[in-house]
């Protein structure tokens, strides 16, 4: 029975002083979305980079969507985004009412390929029709080619939004994703490397954004006695209670960063024999957390990712394949894309490992001595 234990994707990992920090929140009946814990939760966040403030907001999903609003883009404008990533990085796109355009991956981050980007700005500016933002993913942790990225989007001056969701943790020169830009975005949903339940972040260096964004986060509620609103506001702050268990989970950032590789590099080691199977390494200045260990299948193998996720998901072991990119998705099929190919390529042969930091080196060998078996080595 004990050996048939599930082993998840990328469950939630508590630390330890979450209940204490909650129960401190009860005591003090902080109960609402505002509060000491909340402040206290900002400042950690905002400890990431010393230029940078916070907003924390119900999810990361929310603080995507409260930056297009801030960077200013409006019904039918143009929004470019990262084609290979999860439906939430593209969705607010939606919200606001504007056409989202779709950038295909570069093979070396699986993240938005320069090229393709400087393409898409310049017919796009050919047409009229300019991109009013970037929303740039930084896809299981590891770092785009933002510097390239920032170049392009600077020398045509348009705001990126650096969506930075899976990659808490994850540097590129030293300097933490997300604060490269204009505006980035964590989340805390219960599957990231750390939690908050569900909950994200905006960080920005300006602090008028900022502030913007928390007003715009409380119903956008003027600043009299009376409910008083000049603006659509949103209900998108996140709780003192989910701040509180944030709290716990920050302290523990960085051991979780290093439980990440170590699993990303148990899993490289074990399956080396394996010549089908390979690996996303980083590039020259990054440096990933490792949100979710990613292994390519070979195409010319008669083992392709369906088999082995099927396989694994019989032993009650989960695993998932790479994201569905967004220009192949029923619901964005009408969108404008600059595709390549890669991105097709890697949701067809890729498949995501259980990557939790609370396994232990025997449950990676479970997974690992399960793929072994399949391949007979
Ligand atoms: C790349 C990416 N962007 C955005 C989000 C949205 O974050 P949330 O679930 O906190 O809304 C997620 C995760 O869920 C994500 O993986």
């Known amino acids: 029975m004990k050996e048939n234990k599930k082993i998840w994707l990328s469950p939630p990992h508590m630390g330890g002083s979450e209940r204490a920090f909650v129960q401190e929140a009860f005591d003090l009946n902080w109960i609402a979305p505002s509060g000491p814990h909340l402040c206290n939760f900002e400042n950690e966040l905002s400890k990431l980079s010393k230029d940078f403030d916070v907003a924390a907001l119900s999810s990361g999903t929310a603080a995507i969507h409260l930056a297009l609003i801030i960077a200013g883009v409006q019904k039918d404008d143009n929004v470019i985004c990262s084609s290979f990533t999860f439906s939430a990085s593209a969705n607010p796109i939606k919200y606001v009412g504007a056409n989202p355009i779709f950038i295909d991956s570069e093979k070396e981050s699986w993240n938005m390929c320069p090229e393709l980007l400087m393409k898409a700005i310049k017919q796009m500016i050919k047409l009229n029709q300019k991109p009013k933002a970037i929303i740039l993913v930084h896809l299981y942790g590891m770092p785009a080619k933002i510097e390239e990225i920032v170049n392009i989007a600077n020398s045509f001056q348009i705001p990126i939004i650096e969506d930075a969701a899976e990659a808490l943790g994850s540097r590129y020169k030293q300097q933490q994703l997300g604060t490269f830009t204009d505006y980035g975005v964590f989340s805390f949903n219960g599957n990231k490397i750390i939690t908050t339940s569900g909950g994200g972040a905006l960080v920005c260096n300006d602090k008028k954004k900022i502030l913007k964004a928390r007003f715009l986060?409380?119903?956008?509620?003027?600043?009299?006695?009376?409910?008083?609103?000049?603006?659509?506001?949103?209900?998108?702050?996140?709780?003192?209670?989910?701040?509180?268990?944030?709290?716990?989970?920050?302290?523990?950032?960085?051991?979780?960063?290093?439980?990440?590789?170590?699993?990303?590099?148990?899993?490289?080691?074990?399956?080396?024999?394996?010549?089908?199977?390979?690996?996303?390494?980083?590039?020259?200045?990054?440096?990933?957390?490792?949100?979710?260990?990613?292994?390519?299948?070979?195409?010319?193998?008669?083992?392709?990712?369906?088999?082995?996720?099927?396989?694994?998901?019989?032993?009650?072991?989960?695993?998932?394949?790479?994201?569905?990119?967004?220009?192949?998705?029923?619901?964005?099929?009408?969108?404008?894309?600059?595709?390549?190919?890669?991105?097709?390529?890697?949701?067809?042969?890729?498949?995501?490992?259980?990557?939790?930091?609370?396994?232990?080196?025997?449950?990676?060998?479970?997974?690992?001595?399960?793929?072994?078996?399949?391949?007979?080595?």
């Open 217 to 377: 986060a409380t119903q956008a509620r003027e600043n009299v006695a009376h409910y008083e609103h000049k603006e659509v506001g949103y209900n998108y702050r996140m709780s003192n209670i989910c701040a509180a268990i944030g709290l716990g989970q920050i302290k523990f950032l960085h051991d979780r960063v290093i439980r990440k590789r170590e699993i990303f590099n148990f899993y490289k080691n074990a399956l080396s024999s394996i010549k089908d199977i390979t690996f996303l390494n980083e590039t020259k200045g990054s440096f990933s957390n490792y949100w979710l260990t990613t292994i390519l299948l070979n195409s010319n193998s008669t083992i392709d990712r369906e088999k082995l996720r099927s396989h694994l998901a019989k032993y009650n072991i989960e695993s998932r394949p790479l994201w569905k990119p967004m220009h192949l998705q029923p619901i964005f099929k009408d969108c404008k894309s600059y595709t390549n190919g890669v991105s097709e390529d890697l949701f067809n042969r890729g498949l995501c490992l259980p990557s939790g930091t609370s396994m232990k080196n025997k449950d990676l060998e479970r997974v690992v001595s399960k793929i072994k078996e399949l391949y007979e080595v």
